[in-house]
């Protein structure tokens, strides 16, 4: 955990600061076996920035399939197919392929009825760490690029009002420290960056959960710069399970 207090303290003054407004639409299918088949819908915007800075639109949709291979571990494939519109001149698309693993502190346990594998303790602590293969495709003559980058995010989660947070009802707080590190520097502005994400999450029922999450994003170009770009995000997200 010293990462969030090391990214809490190390500022640039000299930092550029732009606001986005982020979205999560949801749709998961739970099987008998454990296993978790979702597709999101995630749309960004970016609602004001320096002048000097283009403004962009991005979505993003993201298949996804998530087994649980014990009580502490899950194994996680994801494949995200997005368009971004850079400027009225250039359109990105990116394909990107995700592997990772996910690991649990505490054990958890399954709930038969709901074919769902939940905690047995009101804290959560986990630790999802993934790599991913990033393609770049351009609007126009410039060469596709692709890059690896490794990513790592630290999670903690503890129901206000309930005994756990599988239990409907239940508001959680949440909150996350994520590192993105490309294995090179790629051409691709700010892919080295660091995330802080915290907020409320709600399970109204099995079927329907909300959350409202703030994230605050520091950037950089390569490995080698200090990091010259922060981003305030909202992000709302809205997920349907069956």
Do not use: C
Not at 90 to 97: A, K, N, Q, R, S
Not at 142 to 161: G, H
Not at 182 to 207: K, V
Request: charge should be neutral.
């Amino acid at each position: 955990m010293v990462g969030f207090g090391t990214l809490l303290t190390a500022t640039n003054g000299s930092a550029q600061t732009n606001g986005q407004v982020w979205a999560n639409i949801t749709f998961d299918w739970v099987k008998r076996s454990g296993v978790t088949y979702e597709v999101d819908f995630e749309p960004k915007a970016l609602v004001f920035a320096p002048p000097e800075e283009p403004g962009w639109s991005n979505l993003d949709i993201t298949p996804s399939i998530e087994y649980p291979v014990s009580t502490t571990i899950d194994l996680i494939g994801e494949v995200t197919l997005g368009r971004t519109k850079q400027t009225d001149d250039l359109d990105t698309t990116e394909l990107t392929v995700r592997g990772g693993v996910r690991f649990h502190l505490f054990t958890r346990q399954r709930h038969l009825l709901l074919n769902e594998t939940l905690p047995k303790r009101r804290l959560v602590i986990r630790d999802l760490v993934r790599v991913e293969s990033r393609n770049f495709f351009y609007s126009n003559d410039d060469p596709s690029e692709s890059t690896i980058r490794f990513r790592n995010r630290v999670e903690l989660l503890w129901p206000l009002n309930r005994p756990n947070l599988g239990d409907d009802g239940a508001v959680v707080a949440l909150t996350d420290w994520e590192w993105f590190i490309p294995i090179s520097d790629p051409t691709e502005r700010f892919a080295n960056r660091q995330r802080i994400r915290a907020g409320l999450t709600y399970r109204h029922s099995f079927n329907w959960r909300f959350a409202a999450l703030y994230i605050w994003n520091r950037s950089r170009d390569t490995t080698t710069e200090p990091f010259t770009t922060a981003e305030h995000i909202v992000d709302v997200q809205v997920k349907r399970v069956w």
